[in-house]
């Protein structure tokens, strides 16, 4: 399997632009999760999605963000208008909960955002 | 690639001795406990897992500790090496709670 897989792994755009992320997650798992990570906040989870519902998105830092995945094999997230305080290395992970199992995410190598 | 976190905490262990990254987390009703390893530019990766009915489990050359009392976890990395140098993130099943993690910084 190659893993998750998102793209671009770099994006520089200006202020007021629309960025869009996009994430292909490992087939077969039902759980993606949208992460940002900066130097002064670390890794926060944004949103996660359960059988392609959002389950969660109280980390999703105001309307500007947002996030779909109309099937079970991909995944966006939008920013529309970016900010300068945007730029962070955006991570998205898959897994496939089992009970009484290894519950671990696996990451994507992650996209570099630089709004300038 | 990515330098993560300046202001991380930041353990500097000699080459070949015991390294001990510490977690603590806030719901007593966590059940399930996950430590991570991330390396410069690559996200996330697992390293080893527990059950809240443990207190301590062993991988290869790591050991995780769990203290429900306090709420604190431990990773210990046996002989430290080179390849160790990461952030450690420790992450609670149900809170996905990751936080800014620790970096490890392996001295020669």
């Known amino acids: 399997d190659a893993g998750v897989i998102q793209s671009p792994r770099h994006e520089v755009t200006e202020m007021g632009q629309e960025v869009t992320l996009r994430c292909k997650p490992i087939?077969?798992?039902?759980?993606l999760f949208w992460y940002r990570q900066t130097m002064m906040r670390g890794l926060e989870l944004l949103i996660y999605?359960?059988?392609?519902?959002?389950?969660?998105d109280s980390g999703m830092p105001e309307d500007r963000f947002s996030a779909k995945m109309p099937n079970a094999s991909f995944s966006t997230l939008k920013i529309q208008p970016s900010e300068p305080r945007d730029s962070a290395v955006y991570f998205c992970a898959s897994s496939l909960p089992r009970a009484g199992g290894r519950n671990e995410q696996f990451f994507g190598p992650g996209t570099r955002l630089t709004v300038l | 690639g990515e330098s993560v976190g300046l202001h991380l905490p930041t353990l500097s262990v000699q080459e070949g001795d015991n390294s001990i990254i510490n977690c603590a987390y806030s719901?007593?009703?966590?059940?399930?406990f996950i430590w991570y390893k991330q390396e410069s530019g690559k996200g996330p990766q697992f390293i080893i897992d527990?059950?809240?009915?443990?207190d301590k489990r062993q991988g290869q050359r790591v050991t995780v500790l769990l203290n429900k009392t306090v709420k604190h976890l431990s990773l210990q990395i046996a002989a430290t090496q080179p390849g160790d140098s990461a952030v450690y993130f420790c992450a609670e099943k149900y809170e996905i709670i990751f936080g800014k993690g620790t970096r490890l910084h392996i001295l020669p």
């Open positions: 719901n007593s009703a966590s059940d399930y």
């Open positions: 999605f359960n059988n392609n519902v959002p389950i969660d």
């Open positions: 087939s077969g798992h039902n759980s």
């Open positions: 527990i059950r809240s009915n443990m």
